[in-house]
């Protein structure tokens, strides 16, 4: 499964506030880059995830953003340095891009 037109123009919409954005597709999904920094990916199953550091990380984690994890062959786990975007900022283009640029101060 791949993402859509559709989607990878909602997602570009919603971090438009960052300013001018690259991408490129990866893995049936698409990497968002500012000024060259990965800062989140739009996954395969339309999920928005942002790349998380130091005390934007620990901040993801006190609200309790999910975090992107999957399970290697012979069950051992691992989690990415990627939390899923909050519901309330896919709605709010300004929540979204703000969130991006706090994330950003970190990467």
Do not use: H, N
Request: hydrophobic share 40%; glycine share 12%; proline share 7%.
């Amino acid at each position: 499964m791949s993402v859509s037109a559709e989607e990878i123009a909602f997602v570009r919409d919603l971090f438009s506030g960052l300013g001018p954005l690259t991408s490129r597709k990866m893995m049936g999904g698409l990497c968002l880059y500012s000024d060259g920094i990965i800062f989140a990916l739009l996954y395969s199953d339309g999920t928005i995830w942002l790349k998380g550091a130091g005390d934007m990380k620990a901040r993801m984690e006190a609200e309790g953003w999910p975090r992107w994890t999957y399970t290697r062959p012979g069950g051992k786990p691992v989690s990415m340095p990627y939390w899923r975007l909050p519901d309330s900022a896919l709605d709010d283009p300004q929540e979204a891009a703000g969130l991006a640029r706090d994330a950003l101060k970190y990467l």
